[in-house]
């Protein structure tokens, strides 16, 4: 892990991890790294205006050209940097974190995250002294460009609106008080579906709902899905990259089976086809790409690695469990908005239920549970697992991933954030998924006490 960098860009608490010194620094030297002309976007948090000031500070402070694109979701700047054709982007915000935290994203020229790789470098360029400052008569300018419209436009020209239209769907949208309050109703609107909405509100408290949507905290969608009558509720994440959706009976479906559902009718366009997910991912994406005559290309855990590696190897499609979906025609970064608009395509062309589309997928027992590990026995637990694991088929791509003949597996992988070690299993029945845990709980627990 970076010293700066985390997961998904810097993150911290406002005023104390993170300083409008801080974000100076950090700006400045993204600036001096990436090229001239950069989009610089921010989300509603309440510390955002004052850290959209820092970033243009640092930006201009080293000669950029500075393209202000005001409050949106970051697939949206993302989108703008490859639109305008920019050298990179600068996004403002913590995303899902709570209200008290904020962070910066930093985009390359294809508008895709910098790899992990160049994250290191802007780290070095701060790390050794800063970047070299401008003359008085080389300082940047400040711009402001409308980025939503072209953004929205793009969404739109990727689905089939005649058809969409047609099925006069009704659609449920909770933004939780995020960004995409800006674009996803307009684009169902845009769509010819009938649109409901709470906490449509831009509000960086996030007074309503966390800012993740997590089927514990989705209970006023699912009460606005019951009041309209909607064919399908959909919940953003606070920078509206993560889109969860719910059934017209109400019942929240986890990302990695919407994953599932968009990767479904992606292989019915697209036979043969390769699609990128992560290996915490749920075999239920296999499944659905190997019968459409494709390979899944598991990568390791962060959204980083898997639009880097589908603009590596051209592939179109990509996703992450927690609701994160990456459409390559469009862009290939998560999107939530684009998402929405492939799962009213394929509910427009099924003209069947979204309970019904969702019950035909295979569906597997999952648990996803944790083991405290300080950071520094992280690698070594890591090394001593190794060798004591029993499996046929074991994936080193990210942790260890154990693979069982009965199509049954278990992730085990250090977390880069927290002070621990990550399992993830799935089977074919909740019996068999909570002995993997259990088993292989109680084998790190005693490798760290061999260990302390
Ligand atoms: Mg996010």
């Known amino acids: 892990m970076g010293r700066l960098f985390g997961t998904n860009g810097v993150r911290g608490v406002v005023n104390k991890e993170l300083t409008v010194e801080k974000v100076t620094n950090i700006a400045a030297a993204c600036g001096a790294y990436l090229g001239k002309k950069i989009a610089l976007g921010r989300d509603g948090r309440t ?19 500075v393209l202000d694109v005001g409050i949106l979701p970051t697939p949206a700047l993302q989108f703008s940097v490859k639109h305008f054709k920019l050298d990179g982007g600068l996004m403002v915000t913590a995303s899902h974190n709570p209200p008290e935290f904020n962070g910066l994203k930093v985009m390359a020229d294809d508008g895709l995250e910098v790899s992990r790789q160049q994250e290191t470098e802007i780290e070095d360029l701060i790390f050794s002294g800063g970047p070299q400052l401008s003359v008085w008569d080389k300082i940047g300018t400040i711009e402001k460009r409308v980025a939503i419209q072209p953004y929205n436009e793009s969404i739109l020209s990727h689905v089939d609106s005649r058809l969409v239209g047609e099925a006069g769907l009704r659609v449920a949208i909770d933004p939780g008080n995020g960004v995409t309050a800006l674009t996803a109703p307009e684009i169902a609107r845009n769509l010819g579906c009938k649109v409901y909405t709470i906490n449509v509100n831009i509000d960086g408290r996030f007074p309503s709902r966390e800012s993740e949507p997590r089927p514990e905290n989705l209970d006023g969608l699912r009460i606005l899905v019951e009041a309209s009558e909607a064919d399908v509720g959909v919940a953003f994440d606070g920078d509206g990259d993560r889109s969860i959706f719910i059934d017209e009976k109400t019942e929240v479906h986890w990302g990695d089976r919407s994953f599932a559902l968009v990767a479904k ?19 239920v994406i296999d499944d659905v790409v190997t019968a459409g005559g494709g390979q899944v290309i598991w990568t390791p855990v962060g959204s980083v690695d898997v639009s880097r590696l589908m603009i590596g190897k051209g592939i179109m499609l990509g996703g992450e469990e927690n609701g994160g979906i990456m459409y390559g025609p469009h862009l290939q970064v998560r999107d939530g908005s684009m998402a929405l608009a492939l799962v009213l395509e394929i509910m427009a062309k099924s003209k069947r239920p979204l309970s019904e589309l969702f019950g035909e997928l295979p569906q597997y027992a999952q648990i996803k549970d944790k083991v405290p590990c300080p950071h520094e026995l992280k690698e070594r637990l890591l090394e001593a697992l190794r060798t004591s694991v029993d499996a046929p088929r074991v994936e080193t791509i990210d942790g260890l991933k154990l693979w069982y003949p009965d199509g049954s597996w278990i992730l ?7 002070p621990v070690f990550r399992l993830y299993a799935e089977a074919e029945n909740s019996e068999r998924v909570s002995d993997l845990i259990e088993e292989h709980k109680a084998l790190v627990g005693s490798i760290i006490d061999s260990l302390n």
């Open 265 to 283: 009718e992606f292989m019915a366009k697209n036979p043969g086809a390769s699609v990128a997910t992560p290996v915490s991912s749920s075999r």
């Open 47 to 65: 510390s955002s205006p004052m850290f959209r000031s820092a970033s243009i500070s640092g930006l201009l402070s080293v000669g950029c050209s």
């Open 412 to 418: 085990i992988r250090p977390s880069g954030t927290e």
